[in-house]
């Protein structure tokens, strides 16, 4: 990985489109995950367009192999070469306000390069799940360190307040199903009835700080990266977590409404059912 970020970025884009379909040969798991999660959450889509968004999704991951290796050890110089920002502005106002910032952002597959590209000119705090390999332990944590100050763990929720309170800048998503507890079963796309953590709730109060949409997306030309931070939400949080947890919602389907195919579809969003004895949406 570290030799290929010395590639030209269209070449790596070339190469990972073709492991991108390479990889749609060697994991059917993963493909049918994918092709299911499309199927639920576009219904409106004809079946030759979902097999459409299907396949360019699977390209679209390929390149994201790519996407990480530049993250992690491309020097800031050629970052910047290949990137665009809108909306500093809104972090800035906000820090200097004395209030912490969330950066609501999804699990899209150029993430990794959105955080060393928001670093660039505001180093924040990512919250992240410790591998188990501690080699990739290693790697991801030196990586994502080269222009941001640290990472805290997913369940440290004490550390997240307390960065927020400094006030610093941290992300967070809750885009994925993380199972039943501190869920909430709220519409996603199509999907009526989807698991979503109330969490942004929970941080903005405790951590007295705003919630600024933050999305991502690798350029259609493949040859850069670009990242925009909306305005902090007006009356978040709210006086419901449930009413809070559908506007993020909305929110999440607007950002991965800019592209798509490059949001990480692979992930069994909806595997959490509102009853245990509700049957998978999976089989």
């Avoid at 106002?93 to 590209?117: D, S």
């Avoid at 990586?143 to 763990?153: D, E, F, I, Q, W």
């Avoid at 800019?258 to 245990?276: I, S």
């Amino acid at each position: 990985m570290r030799l290929s970020q010395l590639l030209p970025l269209r070449q790596q884009m070339r190469l990972g489109k073709a492991i991108g379909r390479l990889a749609m040969k060697l994991v059917k798991g993963r493909v049918n995950t994918a092709k299911r999660n499309i199927e639920l959450c576009f219904p409106q889509m004809s079946a030759a367009e979902q097999a459409v968004l299907l396949t360019q999704n699977f390209e679209e991951t390929g390149k994201a192999i790519f996407d990480i290796a530049n993250a992690w050890w491309w020097p800031d110089s050629k970052v910047q070469q290949h990137m665009t920002i809108k909306g500093q502005a809104h972090v800035e106002q906000t820090l200097a306000a004395g209030q912490g910032v969330i950066l609501f952002a999804v699990h899209c597959l150029p993430l990794e390069m959105g955080a060393r590209i928001f670093g660039q000119f505001q180093p924040g705090i990512g919250v992240y799940r410790p591998h188990n390999n501690p080699l990739m332990e290693y790697l991801q944590v030196n990586g994502r360190l080269r222009s941001n100050k640290g990472l805290v763990a997913k369940r440290d929720i004490r550390q997240m307040v307390r960065s927020l309170r400094s006030p610093d800048v941290i992300w967070y998503t809750a885009d994925q199903d993380f199972g039943r507890s501190s869920a909430v079963f709220i519409p996603f796309f199509a999907v009526p009835d989807a698991a979503t953590i109330t969490g942004a709730t929970t941080l903005a109060k405790l951590g007295k700080a705003k919630v600024l949409p933050f999305a991502v997306v690798r350029n259609d030309d493949d040859n850069g990266y670009s990242i925009e931070i909306q305005a902090p939400l007006d009356d978040f949080p709210g006086e419901n977590e449930l009413e809070d947890a559908k506007r993020g919602n909305q929110i999440v389907e607007s950002i991965i409404d800019r592209n798509r195919a490059q949001y990480m579809w692979l992930h069994r969003r909806f595997k959490t059912r509102p009853n245990k004895d509700d049957p998978s949406l999976y089989q």
